[in-house]
């Protein structure tokens, strides 16, 4: 840091005012992690309302020589909003602005704003932004925008890039732009469908017009039971292959549903292996059709149990079961660690038996919930996170769960984002060459290295230059 | 220069084809895999020819013309496909045309859902142009569809982006990046795709209205008007697009029945927000359209003189008027893509991590870049 941090901090209280501006002990250790596994530290929180003074912000920071790092209301799990070195963090959850324009389905929208509250905000125009994470009664749009979030009906609808038209970021050099627009296809390269997912690495996003949807004027839930993991997953592929993509097709395994059961009591099936929770949405005329074709896939695939919500309020039981599960864990452990991984959906089985074969080996109980059409998949390991061999062995099973996603012809994250938790298994899925171009990209947006530093890109990806290796023992 | 054709004969077994429609240039080849590429575009950065991508030429009449040393066709990238259907995924090399990929994946009543209009289009002319199919109103926009892209950079470097699943996010989205960057950043070699079943159903239904006709129907696949009207089309279960063509009462086909491109002396797409649509139908003179309503995309054949009046109404409007063919002398005097965007110097930044040289198309994309 240039200077001390007095005077960053009085700095900072210049531009968003002394209600706006957090630096005491308690405060800087609050903020100084998320809702995963990692800490960091914060130099001071700042808490702006306009893009103009998140410009400043930046500014200042970079004359105090100090990196920034924005963060929503914290939920995200992979240290995305963690700084790992002091850093200024902005918080947007003041930039909850909903500027709504119905006639075009769309919204410019706060980054600070609650992903729930948007969808509630633009019900009485018939219209909802439809990625849906598990945690949106808390999360933010922003938040939502840096990890390119997903949630149980981003399988029919795809995730937050594909709802994202435009967005307003501010950028290392404290300039405000403007990448996209209400318009489709802005002329020139796609700069706003890579802010999305660059977890605030490229700049600080200060505004995004959302596209919305038309609420579906039909909705069919069900809730179907097997006695074989196997079978579920036969139904996931033979609904698809019937040419149904259903709005969601959610899968959990036994010992989530008897924890999910004990918790929320929706009379789940517990003697099931899995159940899968379906959900087709459309027109009036052809929703019985499509949950039909399901039904019967999930009978001729062993079902032994076809449950089909009654009405609206049986329909939110179900899927309060199915979003419960962090409540439910919290009654087995003290502590879990969810994990985020994508396959192809067809290699559903394998590599659940490989998860049980892992948690039986390693002595750990885990619980699964799947986005099993999209092969999207959230293993989660129940512990007690005072027990330090546990803590080792939930990290190691963690790495090997990477490890046969990645064999299966996965990859590292399908809704959570990189972070700081699996920076350093890019090179993983990603060749020296594909780091050193995303590097690159990186320092075209970002070339001081001002944002959200450390994040996503493991420490030494810019290490070629024209295609040539550079040769070994160079210092670079 | 005659020291570079050699050398490059050398490289690429000297083999010359040849290009209807392609502008004239020192070497056409047609490289056969990612790797060639990548020795080529070495080549072409330490020496500074100017390369421009060609798959079937649909696409090339955008943006700034091009004066190549080396045109690299993607004719000999067409035999790759790996499609996986039950994952609703399929790879395939730059070079496969649209109607050889429907061959493919229509056997399982699979679709991409690109462009209708000419399956002769490659796939990677397809995501280098970043033009869409008019059902981009219920699957959105063909950048939606592109999970991974291989490609190889300006400087030579051979890249991945994206992984072959359809939820990711792991990087950053280069593939969303390559798609309509009309081969400024990189040539691309193979593309992972998603896609969808085709639904049960189909057919085209006319109609009056189009706010009207968004009324009654639930999302449906595209809502075009002509200048012969409206068409809805509708597509689900049997159930489903009986009971919306009956509400719309307009006349009825059977499948989708895709108007024809609009033929002028220009041709010129043109892009507003949604409600800007029929305003701006109003605002075309007698020539053919085909206009987007719910997408906010118009495709019209017009007059030389109209491209300044429509573009500025567009451009107040924030939208933008593309000039994708004029008569020479036209499309000189015009700047084929209108007002820049505001992210220009970030754009030529991001050109230049990519293609450091500026080697790849120079002066295709807005602005000069």
Request: net charge negative; proline share 6%; hydrophobic share 45%.
């Amino acid at each position: 840091m240039v200077g001390s941090l007095d005077a960053l901090v009085a700095e900072m209280t210049s531009i968003v005012g002394v209600d706006a501006v957090r630096a005491g002990e308690l405060d800087r250790h609050l903020f100084g992690k998320d809702a995963g596994v990692t800490r960091g530290e914060v130099s001071v929180v700042v808490l702006p309302k306009t893009a103009r003074q998140v410009a400043a912000v930046v500014r200042a920071a970079v004359s105090h020589g100090v990196a920034v790092v924005p963060r929503g209301a914290g939920t995200g799990l992979s240290g995305g909003a963690v700084p790992e070195s002091p850093a200024v963090l902005i918080v947007t959850t003041r930039m909850n602005q909903i500027d709504l324009d119905a006639g075009n389905h769309q919204a410019w929208v706060g980054p600070g704003v609650i992903n729930l509250d948007l969808s509630d905000h633009t019900d009485q125009f018939g219209l909802y932004f439809a990625p849906d994470p598990s945690s949106q009664a808390a999360c933010t749009i922003g938040g939502n925008v840096a990890n390119n979030s997903g949630g149980p009906h981003c399988l029919a609808e795809g995730s937050t890039v594909n709802h994202i038209l435009a967005v307003e970021f501010v950028t290392a050099d404290g300039d405000i732009v403007v990448a996209g627009s209400g318009a489709p296809d802005p002329i020139g390269l796609d700069l706003r469908g890579v802010m999305v997912g660059s977890e605030g690495t490229l700049g600080v996003v200060t505004r995004v017009l959302v596209k919305l949807l038309p609420k579906p004027p039909a909705i069919r839930t069900l809730l179907l039971a097997f006695p074989e993991v196997a079978g579920a997953a036969a139904t996931v592929s033979g609904v698809i292959a019937a040419g149904v993509v259903p709005a969601a097709l959610e899968m959990m395994d036994r010992p989530l549903i008897r924890a999910v059961e004990n918790f929320v009591h929706a009379d789940l099936p517990v003697d099931a292996a899995a159940v899968l929770l379906a959900e087709v949405a459309g027109h009036e005329a052809g929703v019985d059709a499509e949950a039909e074709l399901i039904a019967q896939t999930a009978t001729e695939n062993g079902a032994f149990q076809v449950r089909r919500a009654a009405d609206a309020e049986e329909r939110e039981l179900l899927w309060k079961a199915r979003k419960s599960a962090f409540g439910a864990i919290a009654q087995i452990a003290p502590d879990y660690y969810l994990h985020d991984t994508v396959i192809p959906r067809t290699k559903l089985v394998e590599v659940l038996d490989q998860i049980y074969e892992i948690a039986t080996r390693r002595n750990l109980l885990v619980l699964n919930t799947i986005h099993a059409g999209d092969g999207n998949l959230h293993p989660k390991f129940a512990f007690d996170g005072s027990d330090p061999e546990a803590v080792a062995q939930v990290k190691a099973a963690a790495d090997e769960i990477v490890e046969i996603s990645i064999a299966a012809g996965g990859t590292l994250s399908g809704e959570h984002g990189i972070g700081l938790e699996k920076r350093d298994l890019m090179h993983l899925v990603f060749s020296p060459v594909d780091l050193d171009a995303q590097a690159r990209l990186r320092e075209a947006f970002d070339p001081i290295g001002v944002m959200n530093p450390a994040k996503v890109l493991p420490a030494g990806s810019r290490c070629f230059d024209f295609g040539r290796p550079i040769p070994e023992g160079t210092w670079v | 220069m005659t020291g570079l054709r050699s050398t490059l004969g050398k490289l690429f077994g000297g083999s010359k084809i040849e290009i209807d429609g392609a502008p004239s240039a020192e070497l056409v080849v047609a490289p056969d895999s990612a790797d060639q590429i990548a020795r080529l575009l070495d080549f072409a950065s330490e020496h500074r020819l100017t390369v421009l991508p060609w798959g079937a030429g649909v696409h090339q009449g955008f943006g700034g013309r091009i004066e190549p040393d080396v045109i690299v066709s993607s004719s000999n990238l067409a035999g790759a496909v790996e499609w996986n259907p039950d994952d609703l995924t399929v790879v395939v090399g730059s070079g496969i045309t649209l109607g050889g990929l429907d061959e493919v994946i229509g056997a399982r009543r699979q679709s991409a859902v690109l462009p209708e209009a000419d399956l002769s289009a490659t796939i990677g002319g397809v995501v280098a142009a970043g033009v869409s199919g008019w059902r981009r109103l219920r699957y959105g926009p063909t950048r939606d569809r592109v999970l991974q892209g291989q490609f190889v950079t300006g400087d030579g470097r051979m890249v991945t982006g994206g992984a072959r699943v359809v939820k990711n996010v792991t990087g950053y989205d280069i593939p969303r990046l390559l798609t309509g960057s009309f081969g400024s950043l990189g040539i691309i070699t193979s593309v992972c795709l998603k896609l969808w079943p085709e639904p049960e159903a189909a057919a085209t239904v006319t109609a009056d209205d189009p706010e009207r006709a968004a009324a009654v129907t639930y999302r449906p696949q595209a809502v075009l008007e002509t200048g012969d009207g409206v068409s809805v089309f509708l597509a689900g279960t049997s159930a489903e697009v009986e009971a919306q063509a009956t509400a719309l009462a307009g006349e009825v086909a059977e499948g989708f029945v895709w108007p024809e491109p609009p033929i002028g002396t220009c041709a010129v797409r043109m892009r507003v927000s949604p409600v800007d649509v029929s305003p701006l139908v109003a605002q075309i003179g007698t020539g053919p359209f085909v206009a987007a309503h719910g997408v906010g995309e118009i495709l019209a054949g017009i007059e030389s003189d109209e491209i300044e009046p429509l573009r500025e109404w567009a451009e107040v409007r924030g939208g933008t008027l593309v000039v994708e063919r004029a008569p020479d002398d036209v499309y000189e005097a015009i700047d084929p893509w209108g007002a820049s965007p505001s992210t220009l110097d970030l754009q030529r930044k991001v050109k230049a991590a990519f293609d450091p040289l500026g080697v790849l198309v120079p002066g295709r994309l807005p602005g000069g870049i």
